[in-house]
């Protein structure tokens, strides 16, 4: 599928180039780290990112391809496709109710939600997992195969429609940055033959099986809000025990399959400018098929009796925050950020927490004209542990940049979630340059 | 906050001729006739925007290339969009939407970002990006953020300009006042002074090279502004304009600002 994916990226890309006055444009980005307590490795790696851009009248065609080479990747080289998307706006009128019609089609990226650093409307489309606690969410992200349909109303309202026909694929292969309970099940595959896990991502899918995404969104008493329901494939995978047997502990058979689950998601979320303050929350009620693990004891048990280790639950997320440019000195920018993730009718046997609370909160400020700017980022969880990312980042021209900064991180290792991030700090040094 | 009015008036094309009887024009009627006399319906600008490392150097540190259009939606009103299309900055976006009776609506967008972000109203006379300008000077200011007091005109470039003294209504503004020098004839402002909360004029706007564009609208195609105690400049030198041709409403919305241009 990956093939193909490749093959349609160029399918849009080629005519771009062929286009007279196409926007080609390269970012090139060098990554380097040192561990500095112990674990197993952190990241190096080689980035190209390539930007094909046309616009023909209402007409706008956009292909982004990252080729890479990368400790955390499996295969060397390789590229993913950010996007490949067309689409065409359609002008209706200029006063009356609906002004536009947007279709579009291809690889599409979509943003939903609009807090910063935790996002839980956001699971349109597949993540690049592989270094997943240390890339920013429209880092990870990669095209989805989607069609849409957008009604723009007036300037902040607008109605669209989505329909995906495949799953997404995240890309979590990464075993030292796996949360730890899925590096353990892999740990189990190489000590027992008979364990497996096994990717079930299918590239041929059914086309009655379409995910189906809706957003409404709009400006009232100048609040931007939006409500958004989703019907469809979920862009994290859950572990789905089957074939187990455990009566030789010696040497235990089981098979667990990596699928995606459709899931039945409603959301809001809004922004608001109050004084010298931007309020942001987003809200997002699983209501039908988000799947939970069980404990590993408790999913062999499942899994024995007939079960596949996982438990279907209703979910709640939450995220509030602000954020502030000139909080108590000028230029400094504050960010906070407070969130929940609730499972309603908890069940002891699930490996997740009844409640996780989360807090981030980022700090920034650029001397004279951000030729030299500090950051930190620190996010806290709650009775889990912490990270930490102070960065100093240098401009040294208007095309390049560079960064030094370190990851700190603190979590017990037994956690199910974090505990691969115990004693994984490391430093690193990022250059980046546009072309 | 004159300079928000310099840098409007000729970002966006404002201003025209005055009225006859133009000399008991007060304060508030110079200031109304530079948001508003030279805005053409449409306005598509291509233009160079140069960072100077200090007051007094002759060659830019760097230099980007921008792309603004604006749009008019009523008397003094506009939506207006600019964006930096090369540089480590290519892409970041920056809309305005004037509302009747309400504050000015302002977004960002950044590629690290991925969606449109409001900004406060507090951020208005915040520096946009790196550059000497504010987010208020680029996306327009409000008639009714200030109040306007005429004082007695000077000769300026060899003719007699207008001055006007604007006081921001927010007691709490990073400016709460400039002076500005008004072209009489073209409603163009040609030079602001702005005073910080010390009472010290901490940036300087000199806008030249004033040319009539459409037949009907008078530009000032270079907009210059020093900071005067950080003791660096930033320029924007225009090289296209165009006036009164139809643009997309869809440059103009908050979730198209990441569209190709």
Request: with cysteine.
């Amino acid at each position: 599928m990956r093939g193909k994916q490749i093959v349609f990226a160029f399918v849009l890309i080629v005519p771009v180039l062929a286009l007279q006055g196409f926007g080609l444009q390269g970012d090139l980005t060098l990554y380097g780290s040192a561990i500095l307590d112990g674990g197993e490795y952190a990241k190096n790696s080689a980035e190209m990112t390539f930007t094909a851009t046309e616009r023909i009248g209402e007409s706008m065609i956009r292909t982004e391809v990252d080729c890479f080479w990368s400790s955390v990747h499996g295969s060397q080289p390789d590229i993913l496709i950010r996007e490949a998307s067309w689409k065409h706006v359609f002008e209706v009128s200029e006063s009356g109710l609906v002004r536009s019609l947007t279709l579009s089609a291809g690889m599409l990226r979509f943003t939903w939600g609009k807090s910063d650093e935790l996002r839980v409307l956001d699971i349109l489309n597949p993540q690049y997992l592989n270094f997943v606690l240390f890339d920013g969410i429209e880092e990870r992200k990669l095209g989805r195969l989607a069609f849409g349909l957008e009604a723009s109303l007036g300037d902040c309202t607008a109605l669209e429609a989505v329909v995906l026909p495949l799953a997404g694929r995240t890309v979590i292969e990464n075993q030292a940055m796996m949360p730890k309970a899925m590096r353990d099940l892999y740990a189990a595959g190489r000590i027992w033959s008979g364990f497996e896990v096994r990717e079930t991502w299918e590239a041929r899918q059914s086309l009655d099986d379409l995910s189906l995404a809706l957003r409404w969104r709009d400006q009232i008493f100048g609040v931007d809000y939006g409500f958004y329901w989703y019907h469809g494939y979920h862009n994290l995978p859950v572990f789905k025990w089957t074939n187990v047997d455990f009566s030789n502990p010696a040497d235990p058979l089981a098979l667990i399959l990596q699928e995606y689950r459709k899931t039945d998601m409603l959301g809001i979320d809004f922004e608001a400018a109050l004084g010298s303050f931007v309020f942001r929350g987003e809200v997002a009620l699983y209501v039908k098929g988000k799947t939970f693990q069980m404990g590993q004891t408790a999913a062999i048990a499942d899994a024995m009796g007939g079960g596949d280790g996982t438990r279907a639950k209703r979910y709640l997320q939450y995220v509030i925050g602000f954020d502030n440019r000139n909080f108590l000195v000028e230029k400094l920018y504050l960010n906070l950020q407070f969130s929940q993730n609730r499972i309603l009718e908890h069940d002891s046997v699930l490996q997740q927490d009844a409640v996780e609370t989360i807090g981030t909160a980022r700090v920034e400020y650029g001397f004279d004209r951000d030729i030299v700017t500090l950051k930190l980022g620190f996010g806290w969880f709650v009775s889990r542990g912490w990270q930490g990312n102070p960065e100093v980042s240098f401009k040294i021209d208007d095309g390049v940049a560079l960064g030094i900064g370190a990851w700190l991180m603190q979590f017990e290792a037994t956690d199910p979630m974090y505990g691969s991030f115990d004693k994984m700090d490391f430093g690193y040094i990022t250059m980046s340059a546009k072309f | 906050m004159k300079r928000t009015l310099v840098f409007a008036a000729a970002v966006t094309l404002i201003s025209a001729g005055l009225l006859p009887g133009a000399d008991t024009l007060t304060g508030y009627q110079i200031a109304r006739k530079v948001k508003s006399a030279n805005e053409a319906n449409t306005t598509q600008v291509t233009a160079q925007l140069k960072l100077f490392s200090s007051v007094s150097a002759t060659a830019p540190a760097e230099t980007r290339s921008v792309s603004m259009k604006s749009k008019k939606i009523g008397d003094g009103l506009k939506k207006h969009v600019f964006r930096f299309t090369d540089s480590r900055y290519r892409g970041t976006t920056f809309l305005s939407l004037d509302n009747a009776g309400s504050d000015t609506t302002f977004y960002l967008y950044l590629n690290t970002v991925g969606r449109p972000r409001r900004l406060s109203s507090g951020e208005k006379q915040n520096q946009f990006i790196d550059t000497d300008f504010t987010n208020e000077e680029l996306g327009g200011f409000d008639l009714d953020d200030y109040t306007y007091d005429r004082i007695a005109d000077i000769q300026y470039n060899g003719k007699p300009h207008y001055r006007v003294w604007c006081h921001k209504k927010d007691q709490s503004a990073k400016f709460p006042k400039f002076l500005a020098i008004v072209d009489p004839e073209k409603s163009v402002i040609v030079k602001v002074s702005v005073y910080n909360k010390a009472g010290r004029i901490e940036k300087v706007g000199t806008f030249s090279d004033v040319r009539l564009v459409g037949g009907k609208y008078w530009v000032p195609f270079s907009m210059r502004v020093e900071d005067k105690i950080r003791n660096h400049a930033s320029e924007i030198r225009i090289s296209v304009v165009d006036v009164d041709r139809a643009v997309s409403d869809t440059y103009f919305r908050p979730q198209s600002m990441n569209n190709p241009w």
